[in-house]
């Protein structure tokens, strides 16, 4: 006999349905199956698999046909459309099922399965469930096991009050009978069901009597799980499965005051001392407080500031008194990331932290002689945390909670944040080389800043964005009269007739704007003029400026040079356009007693007969350049230059990860170079720069040249190794 719908009953048919892509069910009678056996499909025997076997004893059933059965096969690399037939090879004799081709939803399968089961049903749904559960399911397989669970469930008691953790699990307190007291796997159902882990135990409740308790516990799913969506926990209880209703007028708590609901439960909690300690660990989390103050035994921290560097991660510079050695771990929290700081921190001596904590009492056993309080790490994180999310400090104590120091991250970019430190560093200790090392390197490297963008033009006169030629002029924050630079452009009849982008950061911007449209206008220029967001150097206005532009070539100036003579941009352009307006030309650079500031760089070899990219002639009288040819350089600077505009954006403009613009116009400039624009120093033509620093802080120049340097060598040191030199004249 063989049901209309559902479950054949005649032991020589089974109905299949796809759970997902790699499951199929199957259910039929026949005799009793061990809980796995071997399966062959299409009696073919390399199309073997291995099913699970939930089973029952039908009662009043012939011998051979004495038990139903579920069976779960694994459908890996075969196609249930061609099922026809499948060989059981359990214990006893094989039998060989036909394959109904009628199309069922396992819905309706399991209808049927529950009709002939009875009272078994509750076992088989069970089996089922768990077989299913095994491994790690996929949405879609979740999804059905949810479906199973929520036709078995019976409803056990109510979440009452639940709430977030920073760490992302979930909080539930509320009533249950016989509730699971320990770690359990449950599943969550908020939008979609989610499997979790519950830790839990149960507490009195006078209010409930004999029949219920309480019970509290953590929820971590293998996704977060959102406390606001939660509607239920289902969960096996001894019996069968249970659910937990979230109550409608449930109280959601905010993460900062669940430590304080666990707490205020925890006296009368009844569970083993792992689970117990789970909860005190939880009751015991951060709360927005600062209880590294509170600790009865000498351990005080302190944080002088704490930078949050976009893109990059957390800078934090404090100190921590720690006489004996109770601390036995410092991490940084942000949200789910931790970050173990006390282990690559760099360490500095804070004479001060020692003379403010002499006299007291409970510091009597410090170490007057030892000064070494301080400490300056930088914490990468993987994503810029919301300003509102918690940041903070926990310190893991020797036979006691964790204790917390909270944050309250400034955000700053990776120049500010550096102009901020290292004026205070002794460029000759070994802190700010251990800085620079551990520190402040990593935090260049790891940094994915946004680019600096326009947010207002002003354009004077007739500017031609798609004219051949457009000269690009970079200003920085540290110019002090644009005014010489317009001027000396506006003289030039190289210059006069160009279009001009003068590009800069807005803040200066601001404040010379009007001058710079005024003196244009005078000198009747086509210039557009670019305020940005983000400039911190010349690079960064003169990337704004090229984004400016659509021409096909463009001169790149920084606006702390300047011309010495008339034609200087002729002469560029005529070297630039007989070497087929394919490379990157740029002149010589002189200081303002005509020493060399900048002559082509160079490969040079060192005594090992490595390679290593070196300025040549810097500081020498630009007499020793009299009888100099136009060469072929290493790399040219981006700092007086003409190249294709294509080739700068195919480049992908400068790298960010420096903190001055000598290794970020020399790092383009190779970016160039490897991508076929080579780099032309012209040495008859001639122009004026000086150095600017952003800082007059004497250790300032002398470590943020080493820092870069530092980054610039992690980046090319290999590559430069291997270069060819090109320290030839070229006619």
Not at 161 to 189: C, H, K, N
Not at 232 to 238: A, D, E, L, P, T
Not at 438 to 456: E, N
Not at 522 to 550: H, M, P, Q, W
């Amino acid at each position: 006999m063989t049901e209309q719908n559902g479950m054949p009953l005649d032991g020589r048919t089974v109905v299949a349905a796809l759970v997902d892509d790699s499951l199929a069910l199957m259910v039929g009678v026949g005799n009793a199956l061990p809980a796995t056996i071997d399966i062959y499909l299409n009696s073919q025997s390399d199309a073997k698999v291995q099913a699970s076997i939930i089973s029952w004893r039908r009662h009043d059933a012939e011998p051979e046909n004495a038990y139903g059965f579920v069976a779960l096969l694994p459908m890996k690399n075969v196609s249930a459309r061609r099922l026809k037939t499948a060989l059981f090879s359990g214990a006893g004799k094989p039998r060989e099922y036909r394959i109904d081709s009628r199309q069922q939803r396992i819905e309706a399968i399991l209808s049927a399965v529950a009709d002939q089961s009875g009272p078994a049903f509750a076992t088989v749904i069970d089996g089922l469930i768990e077989a299913l559960l095994a491994g790690d399911p996929d949405k879609k397989r979740l999804s059905k096991v949810a479906a199973l669970v929520q036709s078995a469930a019976r409803s056990n008691g109510f979440i009452e009050v639940l709430g977030g953790l920073e760490e992302g699990d979930v909080y539930i307190q509320g009533w249950s009978s016989g509730f699971p007291t320990g770690r359990t796997r449950v599943i969550a159902m908020e939008e979609s069901p989610v499997l979790a882990e519950l830790t839990s135990a149960d507490f009195q409740r006078d209010d409930l009597g004999d029949e219920a308790s309480g019970v509290t516990g953590l929820l971590l799913g293998n996704k977060p799980i959102n406390p606001k969506k939660l509607k239920r926990v289902y969960f096996r209880g001894r019996e069968t499965w249970y659910s937990i209703e979230v109550y409608q007028h449930r109280v959601l708590v905010a993460p900062p005051d669940v430590p304080a609901h666990i707490r205020s439960v925890l006296d009368r909690v009844r569970a083993p001392e792992k689970i117990l300690h789970t909860l005190k660990m939880a009751a015991h989390r951060f709360d927005g407080r600062d209880t590294v103050s509170e600790l009865d035994r000498p351990v005080r921290i302190g944080i002088d500031f704490s930078l949050l560097i976009e893109g990059s991660g957390i800078l934090i510079s404090g100190w921590m008194l720690d006489p004996d050695r109770a601390v036995e771990n410092v991490s940084l929290r942000v949200g789910g990331e931790v970050v173990r700081i006390d282990d690559h921190w760099t360490r500095q001596s804070r004479a001060d932290v020692t003379d403010a904590f002499a006299n007291d009492p409970m510091f009597s056993a410090m170490n007057p002689a030892r000064n070494n309080h301080g400490f300056l790490v930088f914490c990468p994180l993987e994503a810029t945390p919301p300003s509102d999310q918690a940041t903070y400090l926990e310190l893991g104590i020797r036979d006691a909670f964790p204790a917390y120091c909270p944050l309250n991250p400034t955000r700053a970019s990776a120049r500010q944040a550096l102009s901020r430190v290292l004026p205070s560093l002794d460029p000759r200790s070994v802190t700010a080389s251990n800085s620079i090392e551990r520190q402040f390197g990593p935090m260049l490297q790891s940094m994915t800043a946004q680019r600096p963008y326009a947010v207002d033009i002003h354009d004077i006169g007739d500017f031609d964005e798609n004219a051949p030629v457009t000269l690009v002029v970079g200003v920085d924050d540290t110019i002090n009269d644009i005014g010489v630079t317009i001027a000396l452009l506006g003289l030039d009849s190289a210059t006069r007739h160009l279009p001009i982008v003068i590009a800069g950061p807005v803040e200066s911007f601001d404040q010379v704007g009007s001058e710079i449209l005024r003196l244009a206008a005078f000198y009747k220029l086509n210039t557009r003029i670019v305020f940005a967001e983000g400039v911190e150097d010349y690079c960064d206005a003169l990337e704004v400026g090229v984004d400016a532009t659509s021409s096909e070539t463009v001169g790149l100036v920084s606006a702390h040079i300047l011309p010495r003579d008339d034609g200087w941009f002729d002469q560029l352009l005529a070297a630039y356009s007989k070497r087929g307006s394919k490379v990157l030309v740029s002149p010589t650079i002189l200081f303002e007693d005509d020493s060399v500031r900048w002559a082509g760089t160079w490969i040079n070899s060192n005594a090992n007969g490595g390679q290593y990219l070196s300025d040549r002639y810097v500081g020498y009288p630009c007499a020793v350049l009299a009888d100099a040819e136009p060469s072929e350089v290493s790399a040219g600077t981006l700092e007086c230059c003409i190249l294709p505009r294509k080739a700068f954006k195919d480049s992908n403009g400068f790298t960010r990860g420096y903190i001055g613009p000598g290794e970020k116009s020399l790092d383009l400039a190779l970016k160039l170079r490897m991508a076929g624009t080579p780099s032309y120093w012209i040495p008859d033509v001639e122009v004026l720069g000086s150095e600017q620093s952003i800082s007059t802080a004497p250790a300032w120049e002398e470590l943020s040249n080493r820092l870069d340097r530092w980054a610039f060598d992690r980046r090319w040191s290999l590559v430069v190794s291997n270069l060819r030199s090109h320290n030839n004249a070229v006619d």
